[in-house]
T-cell receptor, first 113, second 114 residues
């Protein structure tokens, strides 16, 4: 069974601080995705990383895929209250066309003004 | 486009009752799936479909049935609800092919089984 372990589960920081969320597995994934979820809504895709070692940036968010494609990280620079939410990593099971995802437990981020 | 819609938004059932959670998408996506979200456990795949007439089980299929008679609709049926099925249910859709893994989620149905 493929598992994704996400850490930390909860994070409460002050506006302007930096943070990193980790997503680790013993399994290899063809690609890995990061979602953000607001209360009462469904997850929204932020980014997909496909190649080992790949780094993608989305404004103040930096996503990295591990060289062995077993882990990923999300780094937020100078966090803002608008970054508050639940962040989920998800690994694509099997080939990239299966559409089946395995999710981590999620990281609840609270950014205080 | 409305995207992925789910009804109802909230539902309370008694143990043993049955109900159907509705999911529809207007993006002509071939792939549709159902997940449940429980505290501290992320989202877990219940059932999925790669096209009309084709369904398969996910990680936690027991207690749930699905069918896919049209491209647009993918209902989830609970035949005899149990308290363990209290959860938030999300439907998702995606286009098959290069973009299969970009899934679009509905707003969710919050189900409580007493």
């Amino acid at each position: 069974t493929q598992l994704l372990e996400q850490s930390p589960q909860f994070l409460s920081i002050q506006e302007g601080e930096n943070l990193t969320v980790y997503c680790n597995s013993s399994s290899v994934f063809s690609s890995l995705q990061w979602y953000r979820q607001e209360p009462g809504e469904g997850p929204v895709l932020l980014v997909t990383v496909v190649t080992g070692g790949e780094v993608k940036k989305l404004k103040r968010l930096t996503f990295q895929f591990g060289d062995a494609r077993k882990d990923s990280s999300l780094h937020i620079t100078a966090a803002q209250p608008g970054d508050t939410g639940l962040y989920l990593c998800a690994g694509v099971v099997g080939s990239s066309n299966t559409g089946k995802l395995i999710f981590g437990q999620g990281t609840t981020l609270q950014v205080k003004p | 486009n409305a995207g992925v819609t789910q009804t109802p938004k909230f539902q309370v059932l008694k143990t043993g009752q049955s109900m159907t959670l509705q999911c529809a998408q207007d993006m002509n996506h071939e792939y549709m799936s159902w997940y449940r979200q429980d505290p501290g456990m992320g989202l877990r795949l219940i059932h999925y479909s790669v096209g009309a007439g084709i369904t398969d089980q996910g990680e936690v299929p027991n207690g749930y049935n699905v069918s896919r008679s049209t491209t647009e609709d993918f209902p989830l049926r609970l035949l005899s609800a149990a308290p363990s099925q209290t959860s938030v249910y999300f439907c998702a859709s995606a286009r098959r092919g290069r973009n299969t893994d970009t899934q679009y989620f509905g707003p969710g149905t919050r189900l409580t089984v007493l």
